[in-house]
C-alpha cells in the first residue's frame, strides 16, 4: 500500500522558518513528480511546489524565493522548506503524488497533511 | 494570470438528485489536464476525475466529466448520502509545470 505521512507541522513565530517531512511508503520518492498542497482554515487548496522525478523544481508565485522543496532519496523522504513565515502561510500542508510521468493524470495520493500556524 | 472559477460556490440537493458542478478556465492550453476532487471534512482530497473525463480508481461510475471549450463539468448522476463534501477542479500546466485549483463548491443535504 502506498502511503504519505507528513510531520513537522506546528506552532510557529512570524519571520521564522519551518520545514515538514513526507515520508514515503510503496513507491520510490524518486520515482514520480511529488508535491505540497496547503489548505488555509476554512479555504480552498492552493498548490505550493513540485519536485519532479527527474529533480526539477517548481514553486507558487505565492511562495517564491523563500520555499526550498527537496528530497532525500536515502530516507525516501519529501520535504519543504518555507522561510520568513507570515500568518498567511497558516495552513494544514499536505504532500501529495502527481500520478504521471508525463503529462497530468491528477494527485492519486495524498497524505493526512500537517498543520502550520504561524502566530506571535 | 491563469484562473479557475468554480460556480455555484454552494449547492443543496437532496439525496437521490443529480448534481452538475462547473468549472470554467480563463484559457486552457491542454483539456485533458484537467481533475476533480473530492473533500470531505476533516480529510484530504480524493481524486475522482483525472483528463477531464476519467474516473480515477475505485470511482463509482455516477461520477462523470465532461467538458467545452474552457468549460468543465463534474456530474453525479445520483446523490449518496456520501457525497456531500467540498469539490474542488485542478488544472496543470506545462510551461512552466505549475497547478491551479478552483475555489471548490460545497455540495450540501437540503
Known amino acids: 500500500e502506498i502511503q504519505l505521512v507528513e510531520s513537522g507541522g506546528g506552532l510557529v513565530q512570524p519571520g521564522e522558518s519551518l520545514r515538514l517531512s513526507c515520508a514515503v511508503y510503496g513507491v520510490t520518492v524518486s520515482g514520480h513528480h511529488m508535491n505540497w498542497v496547503r489548505q488555509a482554515p476554512g479555504k480552498g487548496l492552493e498548490w505550493v511546489a513540485a519536485?519532479?522525478?527527474?529533480?526539477?523544481?517548481y514553486y507558487a508565485d505565492s511562495v517564491k524565493g523563500r520555499c526550498t522543496i527537496s528530497r532525500d532519496n536515502s530516507k525516501n523522504t519529501l520535504y519543504v522548506e518555507l522561510n520568513r513565515l507570515t500568518t498567511e502561510d497558516t495552513a494544514v500542508y499536505y504532500c501529495?503524488?502527481?500520478?504521471?510521468?508525463?503529462?497530468?493524470?491528477?494527485?492519486?495520493?495524498w497524505g493526512h497533511g500537517t498543520m502550520v500556524i504561524v502566530s506571535s | 494570470e491563469f484562473v479557475l472559477t468554480q460556480s455555484p460556490g454552494s449547492l443543496s440537493l437532496s439525496p437521490g438528485e443529480r448534481a452538475t458542478l462547473s468549472c470554467r478556465a480563463s484559457?486552457?492550453?491542454?483539456?485533458?489536464?484537467l481533475a476533480w476532487y473530492q473533500q470531505r471534512p476533516g480529510r484530504a482530497p480524493r481524486l475522482l476525475i483525472y483528463?477531464?473525463?476519467e474516473r480515477a480508481t475505485g470511482i463509482p461510475d455516477r461520477f462523470s466529466g465532461s467538458w467545452s471549450g474552457t468549460d468543465f463539468t463534474l456530474t453525479i448522476s445520483r446523490l449518496e448520502p456520501e457525497d456531500f463534501a467540498v469539490y474542488y477542479c485542478?488544472?496543470?500546466?506545462?510551461?512552466?509545470?505549475?497547478?491551479?485549483f478552483g475555489q471548490g463548491t460545497k455540495l450540501e443535504i437540503k
Open positions: 483528463g477531464a473525463s
Open positions: 519536485i519532479h522525478s527527474g529533480g526539477g523544481v
Open positions: 501529495a503524488r502527481d500520478t504521471a510521468g508525463d503529462g497530468f493524470a491528477g494527485f492519486d495520493i
Open positions: 485542478q488544472h496543470h500546466d506545462d510551461s512552466p509545470p505549475v497547478h491551479t
Open positions: 484559457q486552457i492550453s491542454n483539456s485533458r489536464y
